[in-house]
Nanobody, 124 residues
């Protein structure tokens, strides 16, 4: 069983930066791919970024490419999402998800474990 806790959300002005963290608890985190999704008010939850267990494979949504960077520190059981050049349209609840797979997933249904989410608000 893996439990995920997100942190690092908050209020930031457009053009600013935030770094989200997703820390896993549980006896095993090895071989778990991890992804970030987000859900804006009144909209469906969308894929943002994902990273393989080894960290050598990453995927990004087109809307965040070049601005967001996903990374991980397996010794700390933590995955990060560095968000730069934030825009008001990035405002959403950001969720961390994990699944025991060596394949990097981009679809919600492919993830077994989810965090509770952290709010990111970007003001114009």
């Amino acid at each position: 069983q893996v439990q995920l806790v997100e942190s690092g959300g908050g209020l930031v002005q457009a053009g600013g930066s935030l770094r989200l963290s997703c820390t896993a608890s549980g006896p095993i985190f090895r071989n778990y791919g991890t992804g970030w999704f987000r859900q804006a008010p009144g909209k469906e939850r969308d894929f943002v970024a994902a990273i393989s267990w080894t960290g050598d494979t990453t995927y990004y949504a087109d809307s965040v490419k070049g601005r967001f960077t996903i990374s991980r520190d397996n010794a700390k059981k933590t995955v990060y999402l560095q968000m730069n050049s934030l825009k008001p349209e990035d405002t959403a609840v950001y969720y961390c998800a994990a699944d025991r797979s060596l394949v990097v997933h981009t679809q919600q249904y492919e993830y077994s474990y989810w965090g509770q989410g952290t709010q990111v608000t970007v003001s114009s």
